[in-house]
């Protein structure tokens, strides 16, 4: 808001750089505003289900009760010390496979978790790290919860 109370808002325009992103006035006229508005709306509604004439503000979650504690389990299902010698079965059912090092990286993850140690992936770009964590993400899930 400047001193005038006009509002001005920072841009950054498709297919440009940042570095090129331009203050613009709150009655800036937009190209096919209205016709992109409701291209937006439509694919809301099919996503989500929403109706375009009136979004929902929020959606309040309604609680379940479940026979399942909220506490996690006093021993896990299968112990996260335990070294992968090969891939884990919900890995290779995928039809995707892990590399070596990417096994080995696995295997340090819960290593790690199992004794409570912070740990980062690091390394070059490219290598794995993204399907490593969500291998032992869902490793912990399937296996230490004993969860399906």
């Given at each position: 808001v400047d001193r005038k109370a006009n509002y001005h808002y920072l841009v950054k325009w498709r297919d440009l750089p940042y570095d090129q992103a331009t203050w613009e006035e709150d009655e800036l006229e937009i190209?096919?505003?209205?016709?992109?508005?409701?291209?937006?709306?439509?694919?809301?509604?099919?996503?989500?289900?929403?109706?375009?004439?009136?979004p929902k503000k929020t959606k309040k979650l309604k609680k379940v009760k479940e026979?399942?504690?909220?506490?996690?389990?006093?021993?896990?299902?299968?112990?996260?010390?335990i070294k992968y010698e090969v891939q884990p079965d919900f890995v290779?059912?995928?039809?995707?496979?892990?590399?070596?090092?990417?096994?080995?990286?696995?295997n340090w993850l819960r290593f790690?978790?199992?004794q409570g140690t912070d740990t980062i992936l690091a390394d070059e770009m490219g290598l794995g790290k993204t399907i490593q964590t969500i291998v032992f993400l869902y490793s912990l899930y399937k296996e230490v919860c004993g969860l399906e």
């Open positions: 190209p096919d505003y209205h016709t992109l508005k409701v291209a937006y709306w439509n694919h809301r509604e099919m996503c989500i289900g929403e109706e375009p004439a009136r026979s399942v504690s909220d506490k996690p389990p006093s021993s896990p299902a299968i112990e996260p010390t290779t059912v995928t039809g995707g496979t892990l590399h070596m090092y990417q096994l080995e990286g696995l790690s978790w199992a």
